[in-house]
């Protein structure tokens, strides 16, 4: 209500939003703000470049053999593109891959091969178990072995916690620590921040990209994480499948009963 002796009259606004013509005429005399754009076409446009940027990298992550069973779907010179550019990351790889397993090491080595080895790249330290009862370290010494594997150009040590850090806690165990240039650059105290005994390939990888020893685009990175989502939509579409049929099951024995 305007105040006593107050002379404006009171514009009545249902939604300021709304496409009407008492609105616009606000709108032209200043009484209420402009409509704000509609964001529709901005997330249109976005949905387009998502799709179009899925289609022009459709081949990310595929090795030599995937591309060449594509002969007949894919344009030949864009092919030979991907052929070209996975034949130089392999050459690359080879070159680097002067590792391809795990360095067991002892404390006396320790500062030659691990500080003044991340001089030329990150070092990955495993600091195992000293019992046989320390589920989690199993599970991490298995997946050094297969990181040390598939990352030759990497270099993964292992040793006895307790031989590299006197009394160092066993429930500590296992403990993964990353040297770079010469400084500890990554810490990481037990599985139970990335999966527990079920920690994989996926949370070392994470590992590899967070300090930077690995890119993103890396198409061993690429690979994994294809297959995992590839995976994760099977074990979807196969529930699904269940569900549905169990729901079928269950209004054919209605049906059953109706005639009993």
């Given at each position: 209500?305007?105040?006593?002796?107050?002379?404006?009259?009171?514009?009545?606004?249902?939604?300021?939003?709304?496409?009407?013509?008492?609105?616009?005429?606000?709108?032209?005399?200043?009484?209420?703000?402009?409509?704000?754009?509609?964001?529709?076409?901005?997330?249109?446009?976005?949905?387009?470049?998502?799709?179009?940027?899925?289609?022009?990298n459709?081949?990310?992550?595929?090795?030599?053999?995937?591309?060449?069973?594509?002969?007949?779907?894919?344009?030949?010179?864009?092919?030979?593109?991907?052929?070209?550019?996975?034949?130089?990351?392999?050459?690359?790889?080879?070159?680097?891959?002067?590792?391809?397993?795990?360095?067991?090491?002892?404390?006396?080595?320790?500062?030659?091969?691990?500080?003044?080895?991340?001089?030329n790249?990150?070092?990955?330290?495993?600091?195992?178990?000293?019992?046989?009862?320390?589920?989690?370290?199993?599970?991490?010494?298995?997946?050094?072995?297969?990181?040390?594997?598939?990352?030759?150009?990497?270099?993964?040590?292992?040793?006895?916690?307790?031989?590299?850090?006197?009394?160092?806690?066993?429930?500590?165990?296992?403990?993964?620590?990353?040297?770079?240039?010469?400084?500890?650059?990554?810490?990481?105290?037990?599985?139970?921040?990335?999966?527990?005994?079920?920690?994989?390939?996926?949370?070392?990888?994470?590992?590899?990209?967070?300090?930077?020893?690995?890119?993103?685009s890396?198409?061993?990175i690429?690979k994994?994480?294809?297959?995992?989502?590839?995976?994760?939509?099977?074990?979807?579409a196969?529930?699904?499948?269940?569900?549905?049929?169990?729901?079928?099951?269950?209004?054919?024995?209605?049906?059953?009963?109706?005639?009993?």
């Open positions: 209500m305007a105040a006593p002796g107050d002379q404006r009259i009171a514009v009545p606004i249902d939604d300021p939003n709304a496409d009407t013509e008492w609105n616009d005429i606000l709108r032209k005399h200043g009484v209420i703000p402009e409509k704000p754009p509609s964001p529709t076409p901005m997330i249109e446009e976005a949905i387009l470049e998502g799709r179009r940027l899925a289609h022009e459709r081949l990310e992550g595929k090795d030599l053999d995937e591309l060449d069973e594509l002969e007949d779907f894919e344009d030949d010179e864009f092919l030979d593109q991907y052929r070209q550019k996975r034949m130089a990351e392999l050459n690359n790889l080879q070159k680097k891959s002067i590792h391809g397993s795990v360095y067991p090491i002892s404390k006396p080595d320790y500062q030659r091969e691990v500080t003044e080895a991340s001089q790249g990150p070092v990955f330290v495993n600091l195992t178990s000293g019992t046989g009862t320390n589920v989690e370290s199993r599970v991490l010494s298995d997946l050094w072995r297969q990181a040390a594997k598939e990352y030759g150009d990497i270099k993964f040590c292992e040793i006895r916690a307790n031989q590299a850090i006197e009394n160092y806690p066993d429930r500590n165990c296992p403990t993964i620590l990353v040297y770079n240039n010469g400084d500890i650059v990554k810490q990481v105290v037990t599985l139970v921040t990335l999966g527990g005994v079920r920690t994989n390939m996926r949370h070392i990888d994470n590992i590899l990209v967070e300090v930077g020893a690995v890119s993103e890396d198409m061993r690429i994994r994480r294809q297959a995992a989502e590839d995976a994760e939509e099977e074990r979807l196969g529930k699904s499948i269940k569900t549905g049929t169990a729901g079928r099951s269950r209004n054919n024995d209605d049906d059953d009963d109706d005639w009993d």
